[in-house]
């Protein structure tokens, strides 16, 4: 399964037709559609924040009942911690790598989902401190095969 | 006495002990009277959570009926041009 990243995922809800990434974005999307695509909870949370300071709380809540409904993602939850000394002791093993506290957070959840494969993200600044390979929508897209 | 409604529901035989053992330290009269003030404290719950929180406490339990596709939905930015990093 390949996880979408949030910052795929905004530049196509708010159509960032400008964006330079647009037209990769778009056709790596439309390359996935038809396929159950994972969407951390943390990945979907951030671009439900993204949604509502740029178009409103209710695009906002609407998009994130929107996933959870979806036929096409699946959204992924880690476990949760007993306690929050659980929580330190899960999360500083990534933080450690030097990821941010948001990629340390969907570092734990791609650890505990066994069939993500692929990582899908603009962002290279994670790629090798994530447990499983990332690809940005150019790469994805060059790919003959993928999934 | 306040228009109710006889409900039948199964409940297990342990539930219904620690009922019982309740009614028998007075905190309730009776097995009604403690099982309506459990359903007013579900209530209670569920009226202080969102939409959202709902939902997801049925995503969880997979009990969310699954419809549409979200990517269908574009939004028009109202505030001013988003700019999204691609890196940190």
């Known amino acids: ?147 | 006495m306040a228009d109710t409604v006889l409900l039948q529901v199964r409940v297990s035989s342990t539930l219904v002990r620690r009922i019982d053992e309740l009614c028998s330290e007075g905190l309730y009269r009776n097995r009604s009277e403690a099982i309506s003030d459990a359903i007013r404290m579900l209530l209670a719950k569920y009226s202080r959570t969102s939409p959202e929180a709902r939902a997801t406490a049925l995503y969880l339990s997979g009990r969310l009926s699954r419809t549409g596709n979200p990517e269908e939905l574009i939004f028009t930015p109202s505030t001013g041009r988003p700019h999204i990093e691609d890196d940190e």
Do not use: C
């Open chain 1, 1 to 147: 399964m390949i996880v979408v990243g949030s910052d795929v995922l905004i530049l196509h809800h708010l159509s960032l037709r400008a964006d330079p990434r647009w037209n990769d974005n778009e056709e790596a999307l439309r390359r996935l559609r038809g396929s159950v695509k994972g969407v951390t909870i943390y990945g979907l949370l951030d671009l439900v924040g993204v949604i509502s300071r740029h178009a409103g709380e209710k695009s906002g809540r609407e998009l994130y009942l929107s996933y959870l409904r979806s036929e096409e993602h699946r959204i992924l939850f880690p476990p949760h911690p007993d306690s929050w000394e659980e929580h330190i002791e899960n999360v500083m093993r990534y933080l450690a790598k030097g990821l941010s506290y948001k990629d340390a957070l969907e570092a734990m959840v791609l650890d505990t989902t066994p069939e993500v494969q692929l990582y899908l993200t603009w962002r290279t600044a994670p790629a090798g401190r994530l447990p499983v390979k990332t690809r940005t929508p150019s790469e994805l897209t060059q790919q003959r095969t993928f999934g």
